[in-house]
Nanobody, 124 residues
Framework: QVQLVESGGGLVQAGGSLRLSCAAS????????MGWFRQAPGKERDFVAR????????YYADSVKGRFTISRHNAKNTVYLQMNSLKPEDSAVYYC?????????????????WGQGTQVTVSS
């Protein structure tokens, strides 16, 4: 089992940047693919980005491609989401998730463990 704790959320103006972190504890971090999802009020939880166990493969939702970067540091048991050129529509609670597949998935049901979420608010 693995426990996930997100941090780094906050309030930022449109065009600004934030870096989210997700610290993992428990079983070997490198044994999990990792994903970031987000959920705005009244909406479903949407896929944002994912990264393979080794960090060699990443994939992004079209809405964030070119603006967000997912990375991981297996020795630090941490996955990151660098968010640049933020837009008001990026405002949501951001969740990290861990799954047993090698490359991860865009489907939230493929992940086994979830953090508690961190709020990101982008003002216009």
């Amino acid at each position: 089992q693995v426990q996930l704790v997100e941090s780094g959320g906050g309030l930022v103006q449109a065009g600004g940047s934030l870096r989210l972190s997700c610290a993992a504890s428990g079983r070997t971090f490198s044994g999990y693919s990792m994903g970031w999802f987000r959920q705005a009020p009244g909406k479903e939880r949407d896929f944002v980005a994912r990264i393979s166990r080794s960090g060699g493969t990443t994939y992004y939702a079209d809405s964030v491609k070119g603006r967000f970067t997912i990375s991981r540091h297996n020795a630090k048991n941490t996955v990151y989401l660098q968010m640049n050129s933020l837009k008001p529509e990026d405002s949501a609670v951001y969740y990290c998730a861990a799954g047993y597949s090698v490359f991860g998935s865009d489907d939230s049901s493929a992940y086994d463990y979830w953090g508690q979420g961190t709020q990101v608010t982008v003002s216009s």
